[in-house]
C-alpha cells in the first residue's frame, strides 16, 4: 500500500504563491492517476485538480483554474501544486490521494484510494 505524505504548507498573504508536494512510499507513484483535495473548516472536502499517471492530462476544479498547476515527477514518487494570486477562499487543508483512474472531470472523493494526512493552507486578507 502506498503512503502519502503532504508537505509545503503555511500562512501567507492574499495574492502570495505556494507549492505543496506529495511524497509517495511504498509503491511507485507511476502506478496511480493523482489528485488534489481540499476541505476548509465546516465545509465538506472538494476537488482541487487531477492528474493521469504520466502527467500530459490534468484537470482542474473552475475555483482554481488558471491559478493553480498540478504536476508530478514519477521519478522522484512526488505530485505537485503549485497555487499562485492565493485568495482567503483557498485557505483550507490540502489533501493528495491515489486512485486508479483518470478522467477530465470532477471526481468523487470516494473514487480516491489512499490519501495524505493534510497540509493546512491559511490566505490572509
Known amino acids: 500500500q502506498v503512503q502519502l505524505v503532504e508537505s509545503g504548507g503555511g500562512l501567507v498573504q492574499a495574492g502570495d504563491s505556494l507549492r505543496l508536494s506529495c511524497a509517495a512510499s511504498g509503491r511507485t507513484l507511476s502506478s496511480y492517476a493523482m489528485g488534489w483535495f481540499r476541505q476548509a473548516p465546516g465545509k465538506e472536502r472538494e476537488f482541487v485538480a487531477r492528474?493521469?499517471?504520466?502527467?500530459?492530462?490534468?484537470y482542474y476544479a473552475d475555483s482554481v483554474k488558471g491559478r493553480f498547476t498540478i504536476s508530478r515527477d514519477n521519478a522522484e514518487n512526488t505530485v505537485y501544486l503549485q497555487m499562485n494570486s492565493l485568495k482567503p477562499e483557498d485557505t483550507a487543508v490540502y489533501y493528495c490521494?491515489?486512485?486508479?483512474?483518470?478522467?477530465?472531470?470532477?471526481?468523487?472523493?470516494?473514487?480516491?484510494?489512499?490519501w495524505g494526512q493534510g497540509t493546512q493552507v491559511t490566505v490572509s486578507s
Open positions: 490521494a491515489t486512485s486508479s483512474t483518470y478522467h477530465n472531470s470532477v471526481p468523487q472523493a470516494s473514487s480516491f484510494d489512499s
Open positions: 492528474i493521469s499517471w504520466s502527467g500530459k492530462s490534468t
